[in-house]
């Protein structure tokens, strides 16, 4: 028999990124493939990269560096490691990446991991210097099946929706991802009902812009997300139903009144603002000003009162005055987010903002951050302190930190902590919230 193959796969960035490593588990699982927890007990290793951010490629090359120690070791007693590079800094760098780190033995773009099987053939095979960075015209999702019926945790992600066309100046992933486009609605529903038959009663479906979701319906037509998570709300045992991320000119109003209309719908909004200037904003390529926003805010209230909206925040964009900065701190606190991200701007080679004139100096970037950070942390705090007392419900997700406690998410995705009977794991249970701290909210099973 042959030797067992052991992968570790490490995933960088966003929740698509974590789902995508999964997959790619998935995909060489009927290989012969593994997987292991660590990088030293591994045949192969897969570093799937995120490039949205500060020097991306950058630390994957020093985590390479650390990788080619654990080679050359493995070398030593005459063993081999294989390394892959994916993700959005291998679509970015290609074979750039295996130039710089002859380590590396393969490369392969977020479109391309279907052909991940091949890819590892060949390099066990003795090739090198492989790089797969097309964007196919296949799905690549028909091509990775999720292999024997493993059970899995009780909340999952599903990515329903891939790429973008907005083109933000800021943003990379128009180039890394490529065009947006929709998985169509059987596939979706075939596999949330796997997943549920594994366990899973929370999803979160995943898209870089997912409320521009239009698959292909049974109709034949385009389905909005809307529709989508109607039909989702109709699989026997799926209790809790997510969506991120979102664009505000794609809150359309079939999909704020599932809001209101869909129970399984949980009250939590990620909508990225980025900024509270009207010229900035404008700058950013972003197509909607403050009051569209705060206006697109203002209807999902109606719709669902007690939704938790986050958001992300970029400072520091070029050309940022203090005053503009200041319309970004009143926005926020106009909105009154339950959570949200705050980054420094960070040019992403290739895009515009990157060579734009009026760059903010790191110092004030940093300045800027801490203050809008104080306020979303404040902001985040009082979100949570005011549900002290009142009862709701808790999705038991994992052991908790300390021996006899469940982790897990409210409705509002609020991190939760009881002392709970490990039955309770993988269940919605009725709860007491007795504390709150900033991140997370301490409850008891009633
Ligand atoms: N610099 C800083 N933040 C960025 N984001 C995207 N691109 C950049 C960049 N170049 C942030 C945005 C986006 C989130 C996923 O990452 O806020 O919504
Ligand atoms: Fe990037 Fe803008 Fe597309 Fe979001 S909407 S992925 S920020 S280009």
């Not at 999964?22 to 699982?29: K, Q, V």
């Not at 970029?314 to 980054?343: K, N, Q, W």
Request: glycine share 8%.
């Amino acid at each position: 028999m042959a030797e067992a193959k052991r992968l570790y796969v490490r995933a960088y960035g966003c929740q698509m990124n974590v789902y995508d490593a999964e997959r790619m588990a998935d995909a060489l699982a009927p290989e012969g493939w593994t997987s292991v927890d660590a990088p030293e007990d591994a045949d192969l290793v897969l570093l799937n990269t995120c490039h949205i951010r500060e020097k991306a490629a950058e630390k994957v090359y020093s985590e390479l560096g650390r990788l080619k120690r654990i080679a050359d070791a493995r070398k030593a007693d005459g063993g081999r490691m294989m390394v892959g590079v994916a993700g959005c800094v291998a679509q970015a760098e290609g074979a750039e990446i295996a130039r710089r780190q002859p380590l590396v033995d393969l490369v392969v773009g977020p479109q391309a991991y279907h052909r991940l099987p091949d890819l590892v053939a060949r390099a066990e095979a003795g090739a090198r210097g492989l790089v797969e960075t097309e964007f196919p015209a296949e799905d690549k999702f028909d091509h990775i099946g999720r292999g024997p019926k493993a059970r899995r945790g009780p909340a999952a992600f599903l990515t329903v929706q891939e790429g973008c066309d907005k083109f933000c100046a800021f943003c990379v992933v128009p180039y890394t991802r490529g065009a947006e486009v929709s998985r169509p609605v059987a596939k979706v529903l075939a596999e949330a009902r796997d997943l549920v038959s594994r366990g899973v009663v929370e999803i979160m479906l995943l898209g870089q812009n997912v409320n521009a979701y239009h698959g292909e319906g049974p109709d034949g037509r385009p389905w909005s997300l809307a529709r989508l998570i109607e039909a989702l709300a109709g699989i026997e045992g799926l209790a809790r139903i997510r969506y991120t991320t979102s664009h505000p000119n794609d809150m359309t109003d079939d999909l704020i009144a599932a809001h209101a209309e869909i129970p399984q719908l949980m009250p939590y909004l990620h909508l990225p603002v980025q900024s509270g200037s009207d010229r900035v904003l404008k700058a950013m390529n972003r197509r909607h000003t403050a009051a569209d926003y705060l206006r697109v805010i203002e209807k999902v209230r109606a719709a669902r009162p007690d939704i938790a909206l986050s958001g992300d925040f970029i400072v520091g964009f070029p050309g940022e005055t203090e005053a503009e900065f200041e319309a970004t701190l009143a926005l926020a606190a106009d909105v009154g987010y339950a959570h949200a991200f705050s980054f420094k701007y960070s040019p992403r080679p290739g895009t515009p903002a990157a060579d734009a004139p009026g760059q903010i100096a790191e110092a004030v970037m940093a300045e800027r951050l801490a203050r809008l950070q104080e306020r979303l942390a404040d902001d985040q705090a009082a979100f949570n302190a005011a549900i002290v007392g009142r009862e709701t419900d808790v999705l038991f997700e994992k052991p908790g930190r300390e021996p006899g406690q469940l982790g897990g998410r409210t409705p509002w995705l609020q991190a939760a902590h009881a002392e709970a009977d490990p039955a309770l794991l993988g269940r919605v249970a009725r709860v007491r919230v007795v504390g709150a701290g900033r991140n997370s909210l301490s409850v008891q099973v009633i």
